[in-house]
Each structure stands twice: as structure tokens, then as C-alpha cells.
């Protein structure tokens, strides 16, 4: 009679079905729980998860089991399904025991979904989108009611800088208008699935089911409504990935399902984080697998991407996530912490299923060479046979090259704008210099307008960002000028945005409520990338740049018949620049008009051109 009771209660509560309440109880975990029709990846490895199953073999009406595989844990099955040339449906699997005949049969329906039409060619982000970097805990809280979670650990606790705030998918949603308004075409938010940690939970990047939205965020179905609300504003959504790592208390490490699913030392073992051990021809063996196996932190568990069950899965995960929610790219977190042969395969994987797709990994090094490497087809890496296949790449020199030069009003040897200048002499190592992702902040560095609260420096650095070569990413709040310094705890970087909760005293989304300081700089960041939005020409031109002299910097976005040219003046003084010396770009225009200001260019008749003290001009050049 309790168990009956329990049966109701868990019924009511979960919106199931009897029937799909006895299946959600006949297995623990089945993963993936679906898949789709006309698929490349058509052979879908399904993990089981349940006490002794790898004593059952497996039947399936309708589809071939190809293999079953058993691994030195009994509690998993890993169970290879051909869907390929199958409709779509519920296939009936059968688990029959044979060590047990008195063990009765477990079923499983697995729901083969038709695939959208144009799946395959999804379209991912490139040169002409901006890309907003959103903390969704941080940002808006949509929804109150999930703001914390009975089956979770951290409660919100909105007092505590390092706790969760409340953030969710709803509050995304009901703010897309305004990132629309500022003239963002994508967004990229920090992971989203279950992160169970009992603090610093937050930044999601700990995960405890990688196929589960975090329930303080909302659940699947919400992650599917904000891609499509976004897209109907044209705006894409990108997912960020962790296959580096889980969190220690993702379900596998109470029950792995196999020995060497972990990288697992006799004592904890750190990484070094010299990342440049992956290319390094002079590299220890040890140093090398202290690099790519050492876990991030005590709290991330290291994944084995050298195990094929393993790499199988995280690639299995990534494409259900893309087809279920509709995703239009990826980013991946620690990309050069991986093993580089398994992240390679990975990522390889997803780009044979979307050829048009877009992924981005996170190379944090301060070397162009070292970054080049991870490169797809990179000339740097053919040295030693390895092609990541890899489209995108961050450049972290440049933000390490802005983070300084903005700061050094008079120019040295190698100071003010020859940091940025020279960082792009570089470009010569990268196999596709425009698939580079450019920034000067985001969620794990201090804050531009802290280091430079001067809104001068802003308008510099984010033209910049946006005229240069590659795809420009801003941080949320960048826009209002909010700041942030990481020697007081990442949750000063990754501050609430003002107006996300009903309590706030003002809302930064709203034009009427903004301080006249974040007026100025949403203005300025709104004109700028509605600009750039439109501009083929800054999409897809050739660069050219011209050595920068006593602080200031010029260059030029040019096709065969247009032409931009942008004068940065990092100096607090005025500085006259000779246009003569620009001629091999200027010699066919006759006029140029400022797009930020009321200043323009003669060319017939200007010999020289006067820049104010830290002023940005972006000249659109007429003939």
C-alpha cells in the first residue's frame, strides 16, 4: 500500500504516465534516451545503467543491435544501436538475463524522432555575427520559483558574492529584445547543465548530468524555447561544452562505469597547466600527462577522452544537445587541457555531421604559435602530423596585448598600440586568421571598465574588437560600463546585471532607468555594432595596418571597391597624421565620413588629419 502511495506521489509530481513511470524505474540511467532519423552518426552507442545488467543480452523489434559491451563494472551496457535508413518511432528493446531465467525481462522504448528538415547544413556563427557572453545566473531572474531546488545542494543566497543569485533561462528569454536592440547576432552563455556542487555552484562548469538542464535554470524543454525565441530574432545560440571534466558529484562517480572512465592517480594530482606540453618536442612524458590528465581542480573530475566509450559519449551528448535544442554553434571549455588526439576526434565528429557548424575552443595561452596549433589545418601543427579540426580559435594574446596597451598613453619599443599592432603581425602562423574569436574581457578576467574606467578606452577597445579582422564577443554589462576586479573573488567579475530582479533599485534594460553613464556607453556599443551588424565589408575584407606612430594606430578593412579606415589615438594628447602616408589605400577615394561622429575626410585637398587625445574615427571611404 506505501509503495503504492509512493508510485502516486512520484506520478503527480513528474507529469508521467504509468507506463513511462515504470520504464523511468526499470533503469537508473539510460543515456541517450533518443535519437533521430537520417543521422551520420547513425550507429548510436545507448548507455544502460541499472544493478547486474550486463547479465542481459538485448533484442530490439525494428532495429539491428550491432554489439553489446560490457565493461569491469556489471551496473552497464553499453548498447550499439543501426538506425540508419529507419523511420521514426518507438523501438522495443528487450533485456533478458541469462544467468538469472527467473529474472524477469526489462523492457526500454527507444523513440527514434524525425530529424528537422536542414539539420544537417545548420548554418553555425562566423565573421558577421557579435557575440554576447552572458553568466545566466548573474544576468536576469525570470523565474523565482526554481531559484533553488530540493534535489540540489546550494540554495540561492543572493547576499553571497560566490552563491547562486537566481539567473535563470526565463530571464534570457524575456531580454532578448534588448540584446537584439544593442545589436548583438548571438549569444553564448556559460554551461547550463546540473551542477550539484554544495558551493560555487553558479558558474555550472562542474557538471553533475550532462544531459539535464540545472533545474535552477529551468528544465530541457526552456533551453529549447529560448534558441527559438532567439532565433526569431535572429540571434544564435551558442552552448558551452566541458569535456575536459565533470564535477565530483556528477552520478558517474558514485558508480563509473569504468575504472578508467577518470584519469586517476594514487594520490590527487593536479594539472601543471603547461599546456605547451602538447607540441613541446623536448616535453617529459610525466609533464606531458600531468598536463592533459592532472584534474583542473579536487571538485573536476579529469574524463579520459583515450577511452572509446568514453569519447563516444561526449560526442553522442554534444549532438543530442544540438538536435534537441536546435544549437546553431559551440564553445569548449579548456580545449587545450584535453587529450589532443581525443579532442581532435571529437571534434571532427561533430563537424562530419554539420559541416556549415561553428565550434570555438578556449586556448588560453599568450604564445600565436602555441594557440595556431589547435587550429584546424593548422601549418604549425602539419610539423607534427596533428590537425585538431578545429574551426575557431580564441585570441588571447590580443586581450592580453588590449589589457596593457590601453593603459600606456605614450608609446615605447614595445608598448601602447605596438602590442596590438604586432600581435596581428602574427597573423602569418594561424591557418585562417578571420576564424579567430577577439575580445578584451569575459567571465574569468577582471573587467575592462575597472582596469580602464575611462569610457574613452571603451569606445577604443571595443572598435577595435569589432573592425578588426575575426569575430568580436563583448561580456554582459560591458555595454553599461559595469566593472569588476578578480583580485576581490570571481563574483566581482560576474556581478548581477542591474534591473534583472524585481528588488533592484534601477534597470539597466530599460533606456528611461539608466544612469547617464550607462546611457553613454549603451549608446555608443548600440551604434557600433547595429553598424558592424550591416557592413559586409568589416565581415569578410582584407586587413591592411600601418606601423603605429606616437600612439596612434591605422588600418584598413578594403574589398576591390570599398574600403574603412580606422584611426585609433591611444594618446591623452591630439595628434596630427600625415594622410599622405596612407595613400596605397586612399589614392582612389575622394572622401571619407566618420560613421561615429560628424568628422570627415577631403582627400583631395587634406594634407593632414587632427585626432584628439584617446579618440576612435572609423572612416567609410567614398570614391
Given at each position: 500500500?506505501?509503495?503504492?502511495?509512493?508510485?502516486?506521489?512520484?506520478?503527480?509530481?513528474?507529469?508521467?504516465?504509468?507506463?513511462?513511470?515504470?520504464?523511468?524505474?526499470?533503469?537508473?540511467?539510460?543515456?541517450?534516451?533518443?535519437?533521430?532519423?537520417?543521422?551520420?552518426?547513425?550507429?548510436?552507442?545507448?548507455?544502460?545503467?541499472?544493478?547486474?545488467?550486463?547479465?542481459?543480452?538485448?533484442?530490439?523489434?525494428?532495429?539491428?543491435?550491432?554489439?553489446?559491451?560490457?565493461?569491469?563494472?556489471?551496473?552497464?551496457?553499453?548498447?550499439?544501436?543501426?538506425?540508419?535508413?529507419?523511420?521514426?518511432?518507438?523501438?522495443?528493446?528487450?533485456?533478458?538475463?541469462?544467468?538469472?531465467?527467473?529474472?524477469?525481462?526489462?523492457?526500454?522504448?527507444?523513440?527514434?524522432?524525425?530529424?528537422?528538415?536542414?539539420?544537417?547544413?545548420?548554418?553555425?556563427?562566423?565573421?558577421?555575427?557579435?557575440?554576447?557572453?552572458?553568466?545566466?545566473?548573474?544576468?536576469?531572474?525570470?523565474?523565482?520559483?526554481?531559484?533553488?531546488?530540493?534535489?540540489?545542494?546550494?540554495?540561492?543566497?543572493?547576499?553571497?558574492?560566490?552563491?547562486?543569485?537566481?539567473?535563470d533561462l526565463e530571464g534570457i528569454i524575456q531580454?532578448?529584445?534588448?540584446?537584439?536592440?544593442?545589436?548583438?547576432?548571438?549569444?553564448?552563455?556559460?554551461?547550463?547543465?546540473?551542477?550539484?556542487?554544495s558551493v560555487y555552484s553558479y558558474h555550472t562548469?562542474?557538471?553533475s548530468d550532462v544531459y539535464k538542464i540545472d533545474?535552477?535554470?529551468?528544465?530541457?524543454?526552456?533551453?529549447?524555447?529560448?534558441?527559438?525565441?532567439?532565433?526569431?530574432?535572429?540571434?544564435?545560440?551558442?552552448?558551452?561544452?566541458?569535456?575536459?571534466?565533470?564535477?565530483?558529484?556528477?552520478?558517474?562517480?558514485?558508480?563509473?562505469?569504468?575504472?578508467?572512465?577518470?584519469?586517476?592517480?594514487?594520490?590527487?594530482?593536479?594539472?601543471?597547466?603547461?599546456?605547451?606540453?602538447?607540441?613541446?618536442?623536448?616535453?617529459?612524458?610525466?609533464?606531458?600527462?600531468?598536463?592533459?590528465?592532472?584534474?583542473?581542480?579536487?571538485?573536476?573530475?579529469?574524463?579520459?577522452?583515450?577511452?572509446?566509450?568514453?569519447?563516444?559519449?561526449?560526442?553522442?551528448?554534444?549532438?543530442?544537445?544540438?538536435?534537441?535544442?536546435?544549437?546553431?554553434?559551440?564553445?569548449?571549455?579548456?580545449?587545450?587541457?584535453?587529450?589532443?588526439?581525443?579532442?581532435?576526434?571529437?571534434?571532427?565528429?561533430?563537424?562530419?555531421?554539420?559541416?556549415?557548424?561553428?565550434?570555438?575552443?578556449?586556448?588560453?595561452?599568450?604564445?600565436?604559435?602555441?594557440?595556431?596549433?589547435?587550429?584546424?589545418?593548422?601549418?604549425?601543427?602539419?610539423?607534427?602530423?596533428?590537425?585538431?579540426?578545429?574551426?575557431?580559435?580564441?585570441?588571447?594574446?590580443?586581450?592580453?596585448?588590449?589589457?596593457?596597451?590601453?593603459?600606456?598613453?605614450?608609446?615605447?619599443?614595445?608598448?601602447?598600440?605596438?602590442?596590438?599592432?604586432?600581435?596581428?603581425?602574427?597573423?602569418?602562423?594561424?591557418?585562417?586568421?578571420?576564424?579567430?574569436?577577439?575580445?578584451?574581457?569575459?567571465?574569468?578576467?577582471?573587467?575592462?571598465?575597472?582596469?580602464?574606467?575611462?569610457?574613452?578606452?571603451?569606445?577604443?577597445?571595443?572598435?577595435?574588437?569589432?573592425?578588426?579582422?575575426?569575430?568580436?564577443?563583448?561580456?554582459?554589462?560591458?555595454?553599461?560600463?559595469?566593472?569588476?576586479?578578480?583580485?576581490?573573488?570571481?563574483?566581482?567579475?560576474?556581478?548581477?546585471?542591474?534591473?534583472?530582479?524585481?528588488?533592484?533599485?534601477?534597470?539597466?534594460?530599460?533606456?528611461?532607468?539608466?544612469?547617464?553613464?550607462?546611457?553613454?556607453?549603451?549608446?555608443?556599443?548600440?551604434?557600433?555594432?547595429?553598424?558592424?551588424?550591416?557592413?559586409?565589408?568589416?565581415?569578410?575584407?582584407?586587413?591592411?595596418?600601418?606601423?603605429?606612430?606616437?600612439?596612434?594606430?591605422?588600418?584598413?578593412?578594403?574589398?576591390?571597391?570599398?574600403?574603412?579606415?580606422?584611426?585609433?589615438?591611444?594618446?591623452?594628447?591630439?595628434?596630427?597624421?600625415?594622410?599622405?602616408?596612407?595613400?596605397?589605400?586612399?589614392?582612389?577615394?575622394?572622401?571619407?565620413?566618420?560613421?561615429?561622429?560628424?568628422?570627415?575626410?577631403?582627400?583631395?585637398?587634406?594634407?593632414?588629419?587632427?585626432?584628439?587625445?584617446?579618440?576612435?574615427?572609423?572612416?567609410?571611404?567614398?570614391?
Open positions: 500500500m506505501r509503495l503504492g502511495i509512493y508510485l502516486f506521489i512520484v506520478l503527480f509530481s513528474s507529469n508521467l504516465s504509468f507506463e513511462a513511470l515504470a520504464q523511468k524505474l526499470s533503469f537508473d540511467h539510460v543515456e541517450p534516451a533518443n535519437w533521430w532519423t537520417n543521422m551520420e552518426h547513425s550507429k548510436v552507442e545507448v548507455l544502460f545503467h541499472k544493478e547486474n545488467i550486463s547479465e542481459y543480452r538485448v533484442a530490439c523489434e525494428g532495429l539491428t543491435v550491432l554489439k553489446t559491451t560490457s565493461t569491469n563494472n556489471p551496473n552497464f551496457l553499453f548498447v550499439t544501436l543501426e538506425t540508419k535508413n529507419k523511420n521514426p518511432g518507438i523501438y522495443n528493446l528487450t533485456f533478458t538475463s541469462f544467468k538469472n531465467k527467473r529474472k524477469k525481462n526489462l523492457t526500454y522504448k527507444f523513440e527514434l524522432k524525425e530529424r528537422e528538415s536542414g539539420s544537417r547544413n545548420r548554418k553555425g556563427f562566423d565573421q558577421s555575427d557579435l557575440i554576447y557572453l552572458i553568466m545566466p545566473d548573474r544576468f536576469a531572474n525570470g523565474n523565482e520559483s526554481n531559484d533553488s531546488h530540493d534535489s540540489l545542494y546550494e540554495k540561492a543566497d543572493r547576499g553571497n558574492p560566490a552563491g547562486r543569485h537566481g539567473g531580454h532578448l529584445d534588448y540584446i537584439q536592440e544593442l545589436g548583438a547576432t548571438a549569444i553564448w552563455t556559460t554551461p547550463l547543465m546540473e551542477d550539484n556542487d562548469y562542474a557538471q533545474p535552477r535554470f529551468g528544465v530541457n524543454e526552456d533551453y529549447r524555447s529560448l534558441v527559438q525565441e532567439a532565433q526569431k530574432r535572429n540571434i544564435k545560440i551558442i552552448q558551452d561544452v566541458v569535456t575536459n571534466h565533470w564535477g565530483h558529484m556528477h552520478w558517474m562517480m558514485f558508480d563509473a562505469p569504468d575504472t578508467n572512465w577518470f584519469h586517476q592517480f594514487p594520490e590527487f594530482t593536479q594539472s601543471n597547466f603547461k599546456m605547451g606540453t602538447h607540441m613541446d618536442p623536448h616535453s617529459s612524458l610525466i609533464d606531458y600527462n600531468i598536463c592533459r590528465n592532472g584534474w583542473f581542480v579536487k571538485t573536476m573530475p579529469d574524463l579520459n577522452q583515450d577511452h572509446p566509450l568514453v569519447l563516444n559519449y561526449l560526442i553522442q551528448n554534444s549532438i543530442w544537445w544540438i538536435e534537441y535544442a536546435g544549437l546553431d554553434g559551440l564553445r569548449v571549455d579548456t580545449y587545450s587541457f584535453n587529450s589532443k588526439e581525443g579532442v581532435a576526434k571529437w571534434t571532427k565528429s561533430i563537424m562530419q555531421e554539420y559541416p556549415d557548424f561553428s565550434i570555438v575552443g578556449e586556448i588560453w595561452m599568450l604564445d600565436q604559435a602555441q594557440i595556431a596549433f589547435w587550429q584546424k589545418n593548422s601549418p604549425v601543427a602539419a610539423i607534427q602530423g596533428y590537425n585538431s579540426g578545429l574551426p575557431y580559435v580564441m585570441d588571447f594574446t590580443l586581450l592580453d596585448a588590449m589589457s596593457k596597451s590601453f593603459k600606456e598613453t605614450e608609446q615605447g619599443w614595445k608598448k601602447g598600440m605596438l602590442r596590438v599592432y604586432e600581435n596581428f603581425i602574427n597573423d602569418f602562423l594561424y591557418a585562417d586568421a578571420d576564424n579567430l574569436l577577439v575580445f578584451f574581457e569575459n567571465h574569468d578576467t577582471e573587467r575592462f571598465n575597472e582596469r580602464h574606467p575611462d569610457i574613452r578606452d571603451y569606445k577604443l577597445a571595443l572598435s577595435l574588437i569589432c573592425t578588426t579582422r575575426g569575430i568580436p564577443q563583448i561580456y554582459y554589462g560591458s555595454e553599461i560600463g559595469m566593472k569588476g576586479e578578480r583580485n576581490f573573488g570571481d563574483g566581482d567579475i560576474r556581478r548581477d546585471f542591474p534591473g534583472g530582479w524585481k528588488d533592484d533599485q534601477h534597470s539597466a534594460f530599460i533606456d528611461s532607468q539608466r544612469t547617464d553613464e550607462e546611457n553613454a556607453y549603451f549608446e555608443f556599443t548600440k551604434m557600433l555594432l547595429n553598424w558592424r551588424k550591416n557592413k559586409k565589408l568589416i565581415h569578410k575584407g582584407q586587413l591592411m595596418h600601418y606601423i603605429p606612430e606616437r600612439n596612434v594606430y591605422v588600418y584598413f578593412r578594403y574589398t576591390e571597391d570599398e574600403s574603412v579606415m580606422v584611426i585609433l589615438n591611444n594618446s591623452t594628447e591630439s595628434r596630427e597624421i600625415e594622410l599622405n602616408r596612407f595613400n596605397e589605400r586612399l589614392a582612389s577615394f575622394s572622401t571619407g565620413e566618420d560613421v561615429l561622429s560628424n568628422s570627415s575626410l577631403d582627400l583631395n585637398s587634406d594634407q593632414f588629419f587632427k585626432v584628439e587625445g584617446k579618440t576612435v574615427h572609423i572612416f567609410e571611404l567614398k570614391k
